[in-house]
């Protein structure tokens, strides 16, 4: 257990409301990441933070926003949420010597859009 | 672009015996490093083995195993003695060392008792 939790785990919400997912940390670890999880896609990365106020889009980026203004928390808004963005997400961090990183995965939210 | 590649969208597997999960993937990178993960019903993300590409001895965890096949870019997940604990979506994951994974798009893994 990396002391990664998201929350909420579960969310409910209609098309054209904004929402934000927390990812939040214990250990103080630079890098963290928002992925999503689709059925026939596995895992793609949205965006990721290699420490405070440094972040970068992933492959999926598109509708999504992040913040880190402090070390533990990595926000992840959709400003305008769309049916598309239906899916589980997760937040992971990275542990390890450089370049050799493991990466420790959260709960996983399950966002709906209506 | 880097990719990973999981044919297998499902298999299955009688307890006790083994059971071989393929991944390959495509990078021109020399240096790299490679990764199976379970996830359960749960939907935890469970780091299962990991392999660095610079190693040529094939990575073990207990009942589980790699064959890495770097010219062929190559790198299977064997079981053995398959329990019902293992039943799982397994994915393959590939990192460059720029911290970013590449995901597979996973193996349904059924453990038939």
């Known amino acids: 257990d990396a002391g990664i939790t998201q929350s909420p785990r579960h969310k409910v919400t209609e098309t054209g409301t904004p929402v934000t997912l927390r990812c939040h940390q214990t250990?103080?670890?630079?890098?963290m990441y928002w992925y999503r999880q689709d059925p026939g896609h596995g895992l793609r990365l949205i965006h990721y933070s290699y420490g405070v106020k440094d972040t970068d889009k992933g492959e999926v980026s598109d509708g999504y926003s992040v913040s880190r203004s402090k070390t533990e928390d990595f926000l992840l808004t959709l400003e305008s949420a769309t049916s598309s963005q239906t899916s589980v997400y997760f937040c992971a961090i990275s542990v390890g010597l450089a370049g050799a990183d493991e990466q420790f995965f959260g709960p996983g939210t399950r966002l709906t859009v209506l | 672009a880097q990719t990973v590649t999981q044919s297998q969208p499902e298999m299955s597997v009688q307890e006790a015996e083994t059971v071989t999960l393929s991944c390959t993937y495509d990078t021109s990178e020399s240096d790299y490093y490679l990764f199976w993960y379970k996830q359960p019903p749960s939907r935890q993300m469970i780091l299962v083995i990991r392999q660095e590409a610079y190693k040529q001895q094939n990575a073990t965890e207990n009942r589980f195993s790699v064959n890495f096949q770097k010219a062929a870019k190559s790198f299977s997940l064997k079981i053995s003695d398959s329990q019902l604990g293992d039943a799982a979506m397994y994915f393959c994951a590939f990192d460059s060392g720029t911290y970013k994974y590449i995901f597979g798009t996973g193996t349904r893994l059924k453990v038939l008792a």
């Open positions: 250990e103080n670890h630079r890098y």
